[in-house]
């Protein structure tokens, strides 16, 4: 059975960038009180991208999508599967997977979109995964592309200074060399509550809430427990240690979470990926877009093990284990 080698990744921010001090000085004319220091101090968020009204997610993913092609140095056309891992679709239907194929010009491609949150790029990684291990793709696009400002409830504070806008992407091939080594996927949907946009459209209006919600501090303990021992099964069942890891990508939501993550698995800190400081919480996006910056900056070389972690809504959560 062929492995899925990652054989390119991009990204995409929207160029708009909002410092910490700039959403307290906008939230404080509505007088919603908070700061920079509250914000960097909870979350180790400094900034985040904010697309200008009217820029959708299949304009990012297709971004995000066009640098990863280069990188991999294929064409739109060779491309049989294309994944788009989002909760912010620009429509209900088409999927936003068949805009980004339009945009790119493939035509013939399986596409279809995923939903699993902020764990949604790695449920699609693996679903792209199982894909080309079946024999049933070759050479397959997944994308994390969001517009989470979009469901945002600026006036809520305990939420809308944590999440920001972005796409990243990665290029798959069936290859004989490793690639994925390892993936385990989870869902608790008893826990659908503690982070939700339970709103939607019928008869041509909105029902219910539109905007997204969450129980914080049960978001925080679930997403500690669930990723420490999703990395441990991941790595047990591909037979490495966790101290085999080169580098770790974790979902971007908080640098408290991933650095208790971090010395819960034993892991240097230097191992682990951060861009939550520069990015905040991009949702599907934050775990490629991570990723990405660390192979362009040359951290990420060719024969690293990787681990790759989201978890969000759904209650949902994932690890994926790749040899470069
Ligand atoms: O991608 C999905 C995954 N999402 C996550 O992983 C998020 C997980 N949760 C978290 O990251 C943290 O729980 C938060 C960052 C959301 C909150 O941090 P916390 O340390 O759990 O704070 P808290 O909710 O307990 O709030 C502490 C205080 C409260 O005031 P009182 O009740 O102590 O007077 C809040 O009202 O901080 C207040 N607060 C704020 N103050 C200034 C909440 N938001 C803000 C704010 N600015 N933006």
């Not at 140095?73 to 209900?92: C, E, N, R």
């Not at 900056?297 to 978890?311: A, E, F, P, T």
């Amino acid at each position: 059975m062929p492995y899925a080698k990652i054989i390119g990744s991009g990204g995409y921010l929207p160029p708009r960038v909002v410092s910490n001090d700039q959403l307290a000085a906008d939230l404080a004319t509505r007088n919603i009180e908070t700061s920079d220091s509250w914000i960097v101090s909870r979350t180790g968020i400094q900034q985040r991208h904010i697309v200008d009204p009217g820029v959708t997610t299949s304009q990012l993913a297709t971004k995000a999508a066009q640098a990863a092609l280069e990188d991999a140095g294929i064409s739109a056309s060779q491309l049989d599967l294309i994944i788009v891992a989002t909760s912010t679709p620009d429509f209900i239907f088409p999927s936003t997977a068949c805009l980004v194929q339009a945009n790119l010009g493939n035509q013939g491609a399986a596409a279809f979109d995923v939903q699993a949150v902020c764990s949604g790029f790695v449920y699609a990684l693996t679903t792209a995964e199982a894909f080309i291990k079946a024999g049933r793709a070759k050479t397959a696009l997944v994308i994390g592309a969001e517009v989470f400002s979009g469901i945002l409830d600026w006036s809520d504070r305990g939420t809308c200074v944590l999440f920001g806008d972005g796409a990243g992407a990665m290029v798959l091939q069936a290859s004989e060399e490793p690639g994925i080594i390892g993936a385990q996927l989870r869902a608790d949907g008893s826990q659908k509550d503690v982070l939700c946009t339970a709103g939607n459209v019928s008869h041509g209006q909105v029902v219910g809430d539109p905007f997204l919600r969450m129980d914080g501090q049960a978001v925080f303990k679930l997403a500690v427990t669930s990723l420490t021992k999703s990395a441990q099964e991941v790595c047990d069942e591909a037979g490495v240690s966790l101290q085999d890891i080169d580098w770790m990508v974790p979902h971007q939501a908080n640098i408290r979470i991933i650095n208790f993550l971090g010395r819960k698995l034993g892991l240097d800190t230097e191992k682990v990926v951060v861009t939550v400081d520069q990015h905040a919480n991009t949702s599907a996006a934050s775990v490629p877009l991570a990723f990405d910056v660390a192979r362009r900056d040359g951290r990420i070389k060719s024969g690293d093990l990787v681990m790759l972690q989201g978890v969000g809504g759904g209650f949902t959560w994932g690890s994926v284990l790749v040899r470069m």
